[in-house]
């Protein structure tokens, strides 16, 4: 019996039938081996990130996010508030328009709920997630093109060679390699069930598919916002591949319109406003067209949209950092923005000639031109000039387009016989290059050092990278056993933090890496100007304040009381009634003999704080000591040991003070409490053996000085 021709408007432009119906003789019968196949590749591709330690934002969802610690109890956290507020906090919005990506910060939860901080699972499950998506990519196009699978051939068939680009293409290392990245995969992966369950309920009209079709669009989105380009996509899918009509199509489209209103309602109970209403960073980084006219604006949008698709075809050198500057501010004279402007330009009007025609490789520019152009920054600003893991959802539509050209050499073309050949060696070629690149990139995101070090290589003028690598490098220096390779690493990092700071002067982080490079290496008088470089920045940072506090007392236990002194008066202007910088700098200024202003410092910090024990503590040293007032040397330290009975200093400086006064054995009843407390300090032990020796028991006065001569051995 006959099959009954299609309708030309089911037609595809070489004849076939894309028409989607399941009971359809038409649809091939493929078995499980071409999923197993590419469910392996996809695995074997990515194992060896197995192994990998967490890296780049992990720090901020996974190892240092409050949320994500709290386990399965964090999730009402997580489904209300920003990707980022159980790492900064309240109220530390940084990214133009929010970042709410519930979904799988909730797998990350739940993880650590299972095992713990053990990067081995997130990878894994990475891993799989991307499997799976491959496999579901050859099964949705599979139903979406029936007419491209010959009998018995499905290895060189157009939904197999697209689902094999897509699972082996090495920018998609970013999003698989990183855990962090499982936002995309999972966009994209309930995207594809969206689109899958949406014909089968249009065809079938079972209410269970028709929820499971809102419910998987829900899903998407709550991975990642640019779900949303597949309200777009799917009818255009619907229109392409079936032969249903548009108004038919766009009746059953407004079904997701409800998860749609669903998603933006949460979004706007966690975040407070929807897109483009949230603040407007004033830092670079988070804003790289910052310091950019328009026109510059957007040629480097222009010229990033180029770099995307040179990507795809020649996916290198691949980088996880594409901040400013590692791109810089283009002109519209720049024979790279015109190309990229006019490539696009023939994307959209051969896309446009192709929902004439229904031409398959139309589809998939399509599908490139509208999943990318919500991370464009064409029409919302996403905080840098591009990143790879942008196009892992866009290069679904790379692959079908290149699998279809190839699928046509290969199948379709007989005359000229050379296109053949060409076409089977481009896809052997792609094969081995792909697969080699992807293999070979993935160890680069073993960890933060491993990835700093790398890409700092190629993002030479980033000044991100440039400064994480830095910091990388401060990290690992206390790891090294060697001083000189400690040194070799420390000087490494000055490099690479001032080339940061040359490229991004305001980079308060970078100031303060370099600050804690300086001081590591002993350069104390370099580590202050960077750090006051940080506060003309950031007035009032606490980790610059912490900073220079510890710079200032590490400066005085290495001689170094004069730059204290700077470092104390400096914190001392910025607050002036912290009574630590006060006890501080009279700590500097004793230690350079300055008594009268040592003197006078102490008592400003119990002026401002009644309760600062460390500096009774201190007037009572100094006044017995260098002004022989043992009288008010007494009052100071019973003040001291008033407030901190256990401060073990004033009860020995109370010891001496009445040994000087002759009061031996009230001086031995202190010594011996300060024993209590501390009893492996060698001068106490010795002053207690003074003390009984005085008093004639020379028994126990050769036992405690034993006990110091040992402790000084």
Known sequence: MAKKKPSKQARGSEGKTPELLPESPATPRIKVFPYLLLFTIS??????????????????????????????????????????????????????????????????????????????????FNVLLYAFLVCLVFHVLLRLLPGYVMQGKWWISLPFLAALLFAIHPVHTEAVANIKGRDEIMSLLFSLLTLHYFISWIRQKKPLTGILTGLFFLLALLSKENALTFLAVIPIAVYFFTDINLKKNFKYFSLLIVPVVLFFILRYQALGFFFGEGRVSAELLNNPFLHAEPAEKYATIFYTLGRYVQLLFFPHPLTHDYYPYHI???????????????????FGIFALFSLKNKNIAGFGVLFFLLTLSVVSNLAVPVGTFMNERFVFMPSL????????????????????????????????????????????????????????????????????????????????????????????????????????????????????????????????????????SAMEISPGHNLVLNNLKALGQKSRNEQQAELSVDIFSKLIEIQPDNPGYLYEKARALEQLEKIDEALYFFKQSVEKESLYYLSYNKLGELYGKFRGDLEQSIHYLEKAHGIKPDHWPALENLGVAHALKGEVETSLDYFLQAYELKPDNAQLLHNISMAYRQLGKMEEAITFQQKSQALQE
């Open 43 to 124: 695995f074997l591709l990515y194992a060896n990130t197995l192994g990998h330690q967490y890296a780049l934002d992990d720090l901020m969802l996974i190892r240092e996010n409050t949320f994500t610690q709290k386990g399965i109890s964090g999730m009402g956290d997580i489904f209300t508030n920003d990707a980022f507020t159980g790492f900064f906090g309240e109220d530390r919005q940084l990214l133009e328009g929010g970042r709410y990506r519930p979904l799988s910060h909730a797998t990350f939860a739940l993880e650590y709920e299972l095992f713990g901080l053990n990067p081995f699972w997130g990878h894994l």
């Open 397 to 532: 539509g790379f692959a079908i387009s290149v699998g279809y050209l190839l699928w046509y050499g290969i199948q379709k073309l007989q005359r000229p016989i050379y296109v053949k050949y060409l076409s089977v060696g481009l896809l052997l070629l792609m094969i081995l290059g792909f697969s080699l690149k992807t293999v070979t990139r993935n160890p680069v995101w073993k960890d933060d050092f491993t990835l700093f070090t790398h890409d700092v290589r190629i993002s030479e003028n980033s000044a991100k990278v440039n400064v994480s690598a830095g910091g990388a490098l401060i990290e690992r220096s206390g790891e090294v056993f060697s001083e000189v390779r400690e040194q070799e690493k420390l000087q490494q990092a000055v490099v690479y933090l001032q080339r940061g700071l040359d490229i991004h002067p305001r980079y308060t982080s970078g100031w303060i890496l370099l600050g804690n490079a300086y001081t590591y290496s002993g350069d104390f008088q370099n580590a202050y100007h960077a750090y006051l």
């Open 328 to 346: 810089s501010l283009m002109e519209w004279g720049n024979w790279q923005v015109i190309l990229s402007f006019l490539l696009y330009g023939f």
